[in-house]
């Protein structure tokens, strides 16, 4: 059963960082689609970033590229987001989700993911 656990959440002032953190149970492998989504009050979830990393491959929102960054380190199974010059609109509940398959190209279908997290909340003052 994989369980995935959020962390790395905070308040911050605009322009400033935070790395989120997602661990997973250790049932995952490297051949797993994985990803970060958000979703802010009164607004449907919204897809981050997402990696699969057998063939490196990332994917980032218009609205983050360049600022943030996903990585997953396969040996600690565990799934970060690095997040830079933050805004106040990110702020958002951020999730993070896994399928156990490729990304192909259906990985902005949020109904596709199996596995969630319950998020953690990130705060961005300006």
């Known amino acids: 059963q994989v369980q995935l656990v959020e962390s790395g959440g905070g308040s911050v002032q605009a322009g400033g960082s935070l790395r989120l953190s997602c661990a997973d149970s250790?049932?995952?492998?490297?051949?797993?689609?994985m990803g970060w989504f958000r979703q802010a009050p009164g607004k449907k979830r919204e897809d981050v970033a997402i990696i699969y990393t057998p063939s490196s491959w990332t994917y980032y929102a218009d609205l983050v590229k360049g600022r943030f960054t996903i990585s997953r380190d396969n040996a600690k199974n565990t799934l970060y987001l690095q997040m830079n010059s933050l805004k106040p609109e990110d702020t958002a509940m951020y999730y993070c989700a896994a399928r156990p398959k490729v990304c192909g190209t259906s990985y902005l279908n949020q109904g596709e993911y199996d596995y969630w997290g319950r998020g953690t909340q990130v705060t961005v003052s300006s």
């Open positions: 250790g049932a995952t492998d490297s051949a797993y689609c």
